[in-house]
């Protein structure tokens, strides 16, 4: 008898039982000198034989297309009910607080859409490159994966991420402060192939860059740019592109703004200056104190957050042995070092950078310590490759005024209380 089959006539034991394992643990106290792990002879749940492992489990192919644990539910993204406006122009975001390592799972990315997530047939979807070149081209997706393609993981972060902390400390966890930011790896079509096939003419400087959903959100992308490292891509993490992050193909723009990052990409259009589209004039710029806009504001700035501990993941325990950790990353190359800070930015450690470290991705660093049960103002500040050293929020409103929304890469405190609970604070 499967497991599952079993559970109808677990009795009243299990719940007996369940409750001697909470009491006996209670009452154990007796810890591993120097941290709060128990005794191995304090947990009797090490001894216990689970229903898990009296009764056979699931076969293969219960699930022909895996999901994760149910005990992993809360794993989500999540959406702030006062910033939808409509669904379809809308946005959730990644939950930075359930996950670890660098690579943010595909059904976790957030999304951001301007007219809904366009339902494209693969048969149907056509990309054309016309303007400014030899010979305008229409691709099909079978097309796009006969060049030769390659696999580059880069973070793609919304402009307004972190853009409703400009102002004050507002949202309650890194997930809603922090997680208009996802990390994968994309297979696709370096976009200089594409250009080549169908011939730059020489006065080409710029590529208007078009969705095809209803919004048909478009950006111009400088000939720099989508000749170094851009790529129309069709494949994230190994599978193809989610239904939401473009399905069938979308254009990466490593290391810049998300909103180039055009989605269900119909057009590349060449031309010999900018386009000065909706979302490169009232969107997308950043209104200064002195009444003038910053325009073509397309790298993001070195930034990090600690995701753990923050307002939804408090600690459980009281003190001792506890691990800081979070994410860095630099849209002009990689994270050089994270310093962390205990107590509001006074002092400054180095934290521990982990995983590989790439070019225009997100780096995972952690700090181990022995917490003394103390309330603690926890901040991270990154430092990139270039030298670029994260701000504080005085810094940035000094250099840039109250107005903004985009590109806020401020330093976040949390300040972690006695209990374990965290919650999203501000120090000057
Ligand atoms: N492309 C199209 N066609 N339509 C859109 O609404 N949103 C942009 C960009 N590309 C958008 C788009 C914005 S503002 C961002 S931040 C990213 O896509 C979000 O990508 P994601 O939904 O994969 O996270
Ligand atoms: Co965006």
Redesign the pocket.
Known sequence: MSRRNKQSSETDSAATRRQFLKSSIAASGALVAGSSIAHAKADPAIAYVQDWTRYLGDGVNAAPYGKPSEYEKQVVRRNVEWLTASAESSVNFTPLHELDGIITPNGL???????GVAEVEPDLYRLMINGLVEEPLVFTIDDLKRFPRKNQINF?E?AANSGMEWRGAQLNGCQYTHG?V?NVMYTGVPLKILLDQAGLKTNAKWVMAE?G?A?G?NRSIPMFKALDDCMIAFKMTGEALRP???YPARLVVPGWE??M????IRRLEVGDEPWHAREETSKYTDLLENGKARRFTWEMDCKSVITNPSPQAPLKHKSGQTVITGLAWSGRGTIKRVDVSLDGGRNWIPARLDGPSLDKSLHRFYYDFDWNGEPLLLQSRAVDSTGQIQPTKTELRNARGYNSIYHNNAIQTWHLKKTGEVENVEVS
Do not use: P, T
């Open positions: 990315c957030f999304e951001r859409h301007h007219g793609l919304c208009m996802h969705g959903d919004s959100m939401e992050q473009g998300g909103n990052w055009v989605k269900w």
